[in-house]
């Protein structure tokens, strides 16, 4: 115990003489700590978020579904082959519950329908947050359920925000109306008493009341949390839009009496199964179903997300170590006078891990406060991903778990220093006025590298054992090492490659401190003082960077995807709204009729097209017959050629297929044309060319073919042959909706044969699109799906936002980290640099010089970081976008973040520099010299 309390006592005296030197090494790894108090707190708070919205999310303890759930959105147009519970089964479930003491509710989930709001006419009503008048608000393609008012849900009580705490069964009158969710509400800018318009119907819904989105968003159903849901009357719908719709789900919720087991349930669905036979098979699911995906879910999300922020700690980890280092070489004399008194070496390596151990629980009990304190921000970026509300918690597991981590990283890291101290030897006090700086050997530093690899892989391990454990049974017993055997591997795969990378900044800062200095004394000083500690320098510049890369290609990868997405759309369908009526058939001639009627009166159309595909059968070129060698034999392999790979084949039957068949686009505009296609030889399609046998199709497939402009190529489409006269080919550049270099397209006109499918695309103004879409959305016969093609871009972004929300708090996170050890190397290279400043001082150089050359080094760091870490995602974007034909490098709408980000990397140095480097130049120059 007394060597322990003079432990203790020596190393709480070295931790307070070392100042802001440990301070910001306690603060390294309390960075590190937060980070995965903070993440694992999220990964606890979305288990419990989870697990706590079963009831919620299914409605009930039982859900039983017919068909898929795709068919509550042909339910919504009132497609024929809807899946639905007939009206026997529903008596023979109602009765069932009733002999049960259970609570049954009826209700069509899932359909998908358009909505909009009816403006009044009114110039303030009218107006939209585009500022455009229009007599119809912005239009919402959203889920929808049918229910019966009093019923649903079956086991609990939803109350609407608007009118406050009003039950939902109690908000339906006779008319026909309409309850809608808070984000919908807040989107659309709908209030309550407002009429509104959704598809299928002219008539109109009056909005009673607005409900929380929680009700039916999640992870499950990111569509209503995303743009919303509404809740119809299942007796308005009847009216209004189809009276043939049935119910296609119905939720059973046992009472509390009820001693709720697996067996019960299991035993209970299989009696609904048998009431409900109808010739179509009774999906069900269960809370504990639920339970056990949810479990796996979060378990899996828990530790994902504590590994990705375990970098941050190796960030601590590596301050540490590095202070310590430093601190181990100033103290060489003080360390040889120990060992000279007595002191062996392991009791020197206990002094050392004691300190080490301290600073580790020190920075650990602040990381924990700080990551608790942080866990209401990150929860944020957690709703964003399981879009559904997180609650804030102190988790007793988060903490504990930081803790743990804390403190051995800080003991693992702390070997390299402890190794280090005990290359000191005692007669060096017998020559105190000579330089020793203790390193260690090669063969050490391998062995020390192995170590820690194994320690932090088993750290690894532990972490992701659990997420095996949900894999089969006995899996883990029988394979008890398996998961520290993949931590192992996977740590030393990333710290092999994290070393190369090191071993590339460390050439580039070498690099840079050799460019010319202009004449600059301070910039001159500054580029020799980066090649001072070059590992230490290309460490710091890897943590930065890596944040600068996660937080930049994040944005860039959403902002180019969402680019490009608009660029193609745009070009490649000709408009800004689509219509496609479901399942034409023989009514594609009652389907245009109608669609034509419905925007007869639309002003502001300016173009309309319509897509035309055809699976049409290449027979002739130039009248002789296709004889292709391997066109047949080829053609075998039905599983892989289904599947689109088509590169067993040979070139010539590759060019044969994608000559094979052939889009027909009706337009009004020549410009279509244009986008479609880049013209290499002859010329393109023109609207003049309605009626003419005319094509053009891919010139690098026509060579191989033996097709030039001039030729004819015939073809046969359901039984009617025709010969078509090649005017154009399109260049390798060209982009279709049928693959790269372009499709083979007919002159309208030509080929009578109805096609299989076809929709309509119209170029509308602005201020006329919210009608159209409106006036689309009524026909009935065909149903007709309208589409604005902005709302592609909306999903896209959505979903971008959504998934890249976990990447993007870790990437924040990780940046933070970054900062503190910025701000510890910037400490550490003063104190190094201590006799070096007060020489300068000496000679004249006065101080705010003196840290003038000190941000000048640090902002060369820190634009550095910020060019190779968005220079990298920039590269990544372009090479992704490219494969579109299209390279983005930096997105349009990026360039702000990337400028944002920019500046932040030289914000993070400058403050860095500025607290960490201010004080030691201020500090006399006959103390520095007198100590030095």
């Known amino acids: 115990m007394r060597r322990l309390a003079f432990y203790l006592r020596y190393a709480l005296r070295n931790i307070t003489r070392g100042g802001r030197w440990t301070t910001l090494a306690i603060f390294s790894i309390a960075a590190g700590v937060a980070t995965v108090v903070a993440l694992r707190g999220l990964g606890l708070a979305i288990s419990d978020s989870l697990i706590e919205n079963i009831a919620v999310e299914n409605k009930g303890d039982i859900l039983l579904s017919k068909g898929s759930f795709d068919d509550g959105f042909g339910a919504a147009f009132g497609t024929e082959d809807a899946a639905y519970f007939n009206d026997a ?11 049960n003491n259970a609570t049954a509710s009826v209700f069509v989930s899932g359909s998908g329908v358009q909505v909009s709001r009816v403006n009044d006419g009114s110039e303030e009503e009218a107006t939209q947050s585009s500022g455009i008048s229009t007599p119809f608000g912005d239009v919402a393609f959203i889920s929808t359920t049918y229910i019966e008012p009093g019923n649903y849900p079956s086991n609990y009580t939803i109350t609407a925000l608007e009118p406050e705490g009003v039950p939902l069964g109690d908000l339906y009158t006779d008319e026909l109306d309409a309850v809608i969710s808070e984000n919908l509400a807040d989107q659309q800018n709908i209030a309550v008493g407002d009429h509104i318009r959704i598809s299928g119907t002219e008539d109109e819904f009056i909005v009673r009341g607005i409900v929380a989105a929680s009700h039916e968003s999640g992870l499950r159903n990111l569509f209503s949390s995303f743009f919303g849901f509404m809740y119809l009357e299942l007796d308005d719908v009847r009216a209004a839009i189809d009276p043939e719709i049935r119910p296609n789900k119905i939720a059973i919720d046992f009472s509390d009496s009820t001693v709720l087991t697996e067996n019960l349930v299991n035993e209970s669905i299989e009696e609904l199964r048998n009431l409900s036979r109808d010739g179509e098979w009774t999906r069900s699911q269960d809370v504990f179903d639920l339970l056990e995906g949810y479990t796996v879910i979060s378990q899996l999300l828990g530790d994902f997300i504590v590994v990705m922020g375990l970098g941050a700690l190796l960030i601590g980890g590596v301050g540490i170590m590095n202070t310590m280092i430093v601190m181990v070489r100033r103290r060489t004399t003080e360390i040889a006078a120990v060992k000279t008194f007595g002191l062996k070496g392991r009791q020197v390596a206990a002094l050392f891990l004691t300190e080490g151990l301290l600073l580790g629980l020190f920075g650990s009990v602040i990381g924990c406060v700080i990551g608790v304190l942080l866990g209401g921000v990150v929860n944020q970026y957690g709703e964003a991903f399981l879009q559904q509300a997180l609650p804030w918690r102190i988790y007793p597991e988060a903490l504990l778990y930081g803790m743990t981590l804390g403190m051995v990283i800080t003991a693992i890291f702390g070997l390299a220093p402890i190794l280090t101290a005990l290359q000191v030897r005692p007669g060096i006090i017998l020559r105190p006025n000579e330089t020793h700086v203790p390193s260690l050997g090669v063969f050490q530093t391998i062995g020390l590298m192995l170590l820690v690899t194994l320690l932090i892989g088993l750290i690894v391990g532990q972490i992701i054992r659990p997420s095996f454990l949900l894999g089969p049974d006995n899996f883990v017993d029988t394979n008890p090492y398996f998961p520290y055997i993949v931590g192992v591997i996977g740590v030393a795969a990333t710290l092999a490659f994290l070393g190369v990378l090191i071993m590339v900044l460390w050439v580039i800062v070498w690099i840079v401190g050799k460019l010319p200095s202009f004449g600059i004394v301070e910039l001159r000083l500054a580029l020799r003082n980066l090649s001072t500690n070059r590992l230490r320098t290309a460490t710091t510049l890897l943590a930065l960077s890596a944040g600068m890369f996660a937080l930049s290609s994040i944005t860039f990868v959403g902002e180019g995807t969402r680019e490009l997405l608009n660029l193609q759309l745009t070009s490649q369908l000709g408009g800004n709204v689509l219509a496609f009526p479901i399942s034409p058939g023989a009514l594609g001639s009652v389907g245009s009729i109608a669609i034509n009627g419905a925007l007869a009166n639309v002003e502001g159309i300016r173009s309309r097209n319509s897509f035309n595909p055809y699976g049409a059968n290449l027979i002739a070129i130039n009248g002789q017959p296709i004889e292709i060698e391997g066109l047949r034999t080829d053609t075998r392999d039905a599983d892989r050629f289904m599947n689109g790979d088509v590169d067993f084949l040979n070139p010539e039957v590759q060019a044969f ?39 053009i199709g891919p010139a690098d497939t026509a060579s191989l073919l033996g097709i030039e402009v001039g030729s004819t190529v015939t073809y046969t489409v359901h039984g009617n042959r025709y010969d078509l006269e090649v005017i154009g080919l399109t260049g390798s550049s060209a982009q279709s909706m049928m693959g790269a270099g372009g499709s083979v397209i007919v002159a309208p006109g030509v080929v009578s044969t109805v096609p299989e499918f076809r929709f309509y695309t119209f170029d509308v103004a602005e201020e006329s699109v919210n009608e159209a879409l409106v006036n689309l959305s009524a026909i009935r016969i065909p149903p007709t799906f309208s589409l604005d093609i902005s709302f592609i871009d909306t999903l896209i972004s959505r979903l971008i936002n959504q998934f890249a929300a976990l990447p993007t708090v870790v990437g924040l996170l990780s940046l933070a980290a970054a900062a503190v050890i910025m701000a510890n190397t910037v400490a550490l290279a003063t104190l190094e640099r201590r006799r070096q400043i007060g020489i300068l001082k000496a000679l004249g150089l006065r101080s705010n010089r003196v840290l003038l050359v000190m941000l000048i080094e640090t902002t060369i760091i820190a634009l550095l970081s910020a060019l190779l870490g968005i220079g990298l995602s920039s590269l990544f974007v372009s090479l992704f976008t490219g494969l579109s034909g299209t390279p983005i490098p930096l997105p349009t709408d990026s360039r702000l973040a990337a400028a944002a980000l920019v500046a932040a990397a030289v914000l993070i140095g400058l403050v860095s520099t500025f607290l960490s480097a201010n004080v030691a130049i201020r500090e006399r120059v006959m103390n520095v010299l007198r100590y030095e």
Do not use: K
Request: proline fraction near 2%; avoid cysteine.
């Open 89 to 99: 089964s529903v008596q023979n479930i109602l009765r069932w519950a009733d002999d």
């Open 657 to 695: 297929f994608q000559w094979d068949n052939f889009i027909v686009w009706e337009t009004d505009n020549d410009a279509l044309y244009e986008r479609l296609s880049t013209i290499a030889v002859g010329r393109n399609l023109t609207t003049a060319d309605a009626g003419q046998p005319y094509l």
